[in-house]
T-cell receptor, first 113, second 110 residues
Framework: DTEVTQTPKHLVMGMTNKKSLKCEQHMGHRAMYWYKQKAKKPPELMFV???????INESVPSRFSPECPNSSLLNLHLHALQPEDSALYLC????????????FGPGTRLTVT | DAKTTQPPSMDCAEGRAANLPCNHSTISGNEYVYWYRQIHSQGPQYIIH???NNETNEMASLIITEDRKSSTLILPHATLRDTAVYYC???????????FGQGTRLTINP
């Protein structure tokens, strides 16, 4: 199984809402990633988790809160987002965080109204 | 990580070989060349990577010049499903990050 799954596929939320994005992999990978991709732009790294610990935060605003409850799951908690946060949010995983290829999920298309 | 330069767009006829160039003139000795692609509305997909030798897998071939300053990704028999944005990424051995550039939008025409 080389699949990374993400739910939901689409999410529309207001600026005062709290929502969460979920990512799951069953490849035994120990590194997981969140990326943000705006329209017609390349993906940009947000967070890296290695062995369930946050190892990289690319100066992401605190309204985005990642969580790694176990080695297979990665969540991204969203609170008080702005319309400019509307984007495709991609999750990825790799064997560990030291140079292995990353496997990406299909993404969650988020619209903030 | 070294910077890469790719043409913004390319066209190729279905059934022909698609050759996607990438310049990475500042690459250092322990940096690998990775290729990913992103089909519309999907997540990026790993294709291939190499250090200095040419590499081939079931998806593509990667040709790296002897001085390592450029490389070419070859899709031997392009199909319509190969239409995607192709990203060439130079990455330090053991690096945590994957930094995407602007990529090449490849369109396969029937």
């Amino acid at each position: 199984d080389t699949e990374v799954t993400q739910t939901p596929k689409h999410l529309v939320m207001g600026m005062t809402n709290k929502k969460s994005l979920k990512c799951e992999q069953h490849m035994g990978h120990r590194a997981m990633y969140w990326y943000k991709q705006k329209a017609k732009k390349p993906p940009e790294l947000m967070f890296v988790y290695s062995y369930e610990k946050l190892s990289i935060n690319e100066s992401v605003p605190s309204r985005f809160s990642p969580e790694c409850p176990n080695s297979s799951l990665l969540n991204l908690h969203l609170h008080a987002l702005q319309p400019e946060d509307s984007a495709l949010y991609l999750c990825a995983s790799s064997q560990d965080d030291r140079g292995y290829e990353q496997y990406f999920g299909p993404g969650t298309r988020l619209t903030v109204t | 990580d070294a910077k890469t330069t790719q043409p913004p767009s390319m066209d190729c006829a279905e059934g022909r070989a698609a050759n996607l160039p990438c310049n990475h003139s500042t690459i250092s000795g322990n940096e690998y060349v990775y290729w990913y692609r992103q089909i519309h509305s999907q997540g990026p997909q790993y294709i291939i990577h190499g250090l200095k030798n040419n590499e081939t897998n079931e998806m593509a071939s990667l040709i790296i010049t002897e001085d390592r300053k450029s490389s070419t990704l070859i899709l031997p028999h392009a199909t319509l499903r190969d239409t995607a944005v192709y990203y060439c990424i130079v990455r330090n051995q053991g690096a945590q990050k994957l930094v995407f550039g602007q990529g090449t939008r490849l369109t396969i025409n029937p």
